[in-house]
């Protein structure tokens, strides 16, 4: 009896918990009961990262960004700081294709050594080829020298090339004026006011165009002559030489021909002269027709018409306009390689 309360005292009642322990009597075979072998996974914790400082600006920063700013804004509004930055920092057009080419060491290499073709050399070759190219003259007076004249022959090939492109478009645009006035005159329709000071300012533009090109051309007529008997060329003649030729034969014709028919009006120099600068506009136009010329050279036929204006009178002036210089101007467009630049003047229609 007293063991069954003492069983009784054991035992436990099971828990009204949803989940209740579980209670096991002690078993002699074992000897670790006292332990406690329970064992339980506790989660890891992650590792505190160190965060790093951001890359964005602080408000010390921006406002140090911003006085920096502004005293750049105000350096800026000088001319000459102004110019400064432009020179220092921003190449122009016409230096940017100089100095996109290869370095000076390649130049000199390809001038010294045109059949090497290998650039991968030893130490000692290198050596060699330096030895043999000799020290550069960096900094010297020659060598500056050379280099502003290079730099200078370079500007000036890409002025010219830029005012030929300019007055390409130019000259397209005139020809399709020509083109409308021609349209118009064949279905008897007036000319605008607005055609005639398109068609004006078309033409002053060329005019301008051609007073920059004269000084660039006559440098290459010049470098043109030197060339010429090195390609087994016969050098061209200036407009010069052919207008002062063509003067003399006409003088030479017009005494020759006076002493024998008109002696009467052989006294009176000036008709002479006049007949004089008419016969040298005829042999001009002939020595013209006769070999292909550049636009460049039909100058002298404009120089001996202003001669020839100069020496009339204001009541002749228009005659001569109308009877030599338009017929003149069509002979220059159909031996010149420019096209019909003339097909229109300003005596054609009124204005």
Not at 265 to 272: A, D, M, P, Q
């Amino acid at each position: 009896m007293a063991d069954d309360l003492e069983s009784s005292t054991d035992y436990k009642s099971p828990s009204r918990q949803r989940n209740p322990t579980r209670i096991r009597k002690k078993n002699t075979k074992f000897y670790n009961e006292d332990e406690d072998t329970s064992f339980s996974l506790r989660p890891r914790a992650p590792k505190k990262r160190e965060r790093k400082p951001g890359l964005g600006l602080t408000v010390h920063d921006k406002k140090m960004a911003q006085a920096i700013g502004v005293r750049l804004r105000n350096l800026l509004k000088l001319p000459k700081a102004h110019k400064w930055v432009c020179y220092e920092w921003f190449y122009s057009n016409l230096d940017i294709p100089l100095f996109l080419m290869e370095n000076d060491f390649s130049i000199c290499m390809k001038e010294s050594f045109p059949q090497l073709k290998m650039k991968k050399l030893r130490r000692v070759e290198w050596c060699k080829i330096r030895r043999l190219m000799g020290k550069p003259r960096r900094c010297s007076p020659a060598f500056f020298e050379e280099e502003r004249g290079a730099l200078e022959a370079r500007r000036t090939k890409i002025r010219l090339s830029k005012i030929l492109s300019l007055k390409k478009d130019w000259i397209n645009q005139l020809k399709n004026l020509n083109t409308e006035a021609e349209k118009a005159k064949s279905f008897q329709q007036p000319i605008s006011r607005d055609f005639q000071k398109k068609y004006a300012t078309t033409v002053l533009e060329l005019e301008q165009l051609n007073k920059q090109l004269s000084d660039c051309l006559g440098g290459v007529q010049n470098y043109c002559k030197e060339l010429a008997p090195d390609m087994g060329m016969t050098p061209l003649d200036e407009p010069s030489q052919i207008k002062t030729s063509c003067d003399e034969e006409a003088a030479e014709i017009v005494n020759r021909i006076s002493g024998m028919f008109h002696k009467r009006t052989s006294k009176n120099h000036r008709v002479i002269d006049l007949i004089s600068s008419l016969t040298s506009l005829m042999l001009q136009v002939r020595t013209f027709s006769e070999r292909e010329f550049n636009s460049f050279e039909f100058k002298c036929l404009q120089d001996t018409l202003k001669e020839i204006k100069d020496k009339l009178d204001g009541n002749s002036i228009n005659a001569f306009q109308n009877n030599v210089e338009i017929h003149i101007n069509h002979i220059q467009s159909g031996l010149s390689q420019m096209g019909n630049l003339h097909a229109f003047s300003s005596s054609t229609y009124k204005v």
